[in-house]
Nanobody, 119 residues
Framework: QVRVVESGGGIMQPGGSLTLSCFAS????????MAWYRQDTGKERESVAR???????NYTDSVKGRFTISKDNAKRTAYLQMNSLKPEDTAVYYC?????????????WGQGTQVTVSS
């Protein structure tokens, strides 16, 4: 069974920094990509950043230059370094991993971690 767990959320003042972690565990053969999504109250879930097996990354425009996604393959962990945080970054942040497990490829989601940016 595959599990994805996020950690690192919290409350931060505007302009501050925060790092989120996403750990995948279980019967994993390949992690094709790991991505961060976020959803604020009353809004649709949006893609924030993604990192692929070959290390390529992409970001939504609103976080380019402020957020950095990275990964540690040996630890099966992805990170989201968030700098220059803004109140509009407030949301529940979810990690989603596309994983080859046993004989299937599937998408696995974490439970989410709250990020609040407020003075």
């Amino acid at each position: 069974q595959v599990r994805v767990v996020e950690s690192g959320g919290g409350i931060m003042q505007p302009g501050g920094s925060l790092t989120l972690s996403c750990f995948a565990s279980g019967s994993i053969k390949v992690i094709y990509d790991m991505a961060w999504y976020r959803q604020d109250t009353g809004k649709e879930r949006e893609s924030v950043a993604r990192i692929f097996l070959d290390g390529r990354t992409n970001y939504t425009d609103s976080v380019k230059g402020r957020f950095t996604i990275s990964k540690d393959n040996a630890k099966r962990t992805a990170y989201l370094q968030m700098n220059s945080l803004k109140p509009e970054d407030t949301a529940v942040y979810y990690c989603r991993a596309r994983i080859f497990s046993e004989s299937t490829i599937g998408y696995y989601w974490g439970q989410g971690t709250q990020v609040t940016v407020s003075s």
